[in-house]
């Protein structure tokens, strides 16, 4: 998460204000035990706090005094058990041992203390999504983070976003996408990037692979730079990390760090392009005389009818 957010931070410098990218992070390797968005949480908590420490003015130093926040009361807390192991604590020391096993349990925030500052939002597919990271994620992220929703009656006062999130937006929300994005790049006067994270916009199910799904990918989808990619495969993995290139990597027990380079494209390959080049890396396949040839027309055509 933290390269994830390391790509990105470099992209929306080198872009300017208003920029737009995608992150793709899927480790499931075709498991569907759990849907994307499920299986994608911790990686979103970790990357959404990297960025903010990264991209938003005065989390970082927050973040400085929290750590030491907590790191002065660990100490205190061990003086207090010292003395509490020869003689009972005073009732002025219990109450401060209190407030110290307070700072330690929120991670040295002040609950009572509400960021002013400028803002991080993430909006979630539906509402009950987003009512749950508010329940769930607020000692995780930092206090710039504030939640919303695709669809339904929007209230957020927009003009201190500087960061947006769309985690795993999907078809049937293009069309609220699309709103958001126009009114948030129109009212956010400093807003920096907007990210799409695990996006599914175009379904053959909802938008179809005719003009309205073809316009779709046109107005919002095709433009976007995927700044980090990672894709679990049952024999390796796919990768990028912006600006390199997309990258196919092979088990390897041999390799250093367990894997092994077999592949390097400068653009994202379809699902049966990267099944031909583990083949033909691995003797299953003859190369093709010049490169993919027809097979790039075809794999175009599935990229189309896949899922985005």
Same mark, same amino acid.
């Given at each position: ?26 480790? !499931? ?41 907590? !790191? ?13 192991? %020869? ?16 700072? +330690? ?39 710039? +983070? ?75 989808? %095709? ?52 099944? %031909? ?32």
């Amino acid at each position: 998460a933290e390269i994830a957010a390391l790509s990105t931070a470099k992209f929306a410098e080198a872009s300017g204000p208003l920029a737009r990218c995608r992150v793709d992070f899927d480790t !499931s390797a075709g498991d569907e035990t759990f849907t994307l968005l499920k299986s994608s949480t911790e990686f979103m908590q970790n990357y959404v706090s990297a960025l903010s420490n990264a991209m938003i003015p005065g989390i970082m130093e927050q973040r400085q005094a929290e750590i030491m926040a907590v !790191s002065q009361a660990t100490t205190e807390l061990k003086a207090l058990a010292d003395i509490e192991e %020869d003689s009972e604590l005073s009732k002025e020391d219990e109450e401060k041992k209190q407030r110290l096993e307070e700072i +330690v349990a929120n991670g040295g925030k002040d609950p009572t203390k509400q960021w002013e500052g400028p803002v991080a939002r993430i909006y979630f597919p539906d509402e009950g999504s987003a009512a749950l990271a508010r329940r769930d994620w607020t000692a995780i992220v930092p206090p710039c +983070v504030q939640y919303s929703s695709c669809g339904g009656v929007q209230t957020q006062d927009m003009t201190k976003d500087e960061l947006i999130f769309f985690f795993c937006p999907k078809a049937s929300e293009s069309d609220y996408v699309e709103e958001l994005l126009q009114k948030s790049e129109e009212t956010a006067s400093n807003l920096k990037i907007t990210v799409f994270v695990n996006p599914n916009l175009v379904d053959m199910g909802v938008t179809g692979f005719g003009m309205a799904g073809r316009l779709l990918r046109e107005r919002l989808i %095709d433009n976007l730079v995927n700044t980090y990619y990672l894709r679990t495969l049952q024999w390796g993995a796919l990768t990028r990390r912006w600006p390199q290139s997309f990258s196919v990597w092979q088990e390897d027990a041999d390799a250093n760090g367990g894997y092994r380079l077999i592949a390097s494209l400068d653009r994202l390959p379809s699902n049966p392009e990267v099944e %031909d080049i583990y083949d033909i890396e691995n003797g299953n396949k003859d190369a093709p005389s010049q490169g993919f040839g027809i097979l790039d027309a075809i794999a175009d055509f599935a990229n189309g009818m896949m899922k985005l």
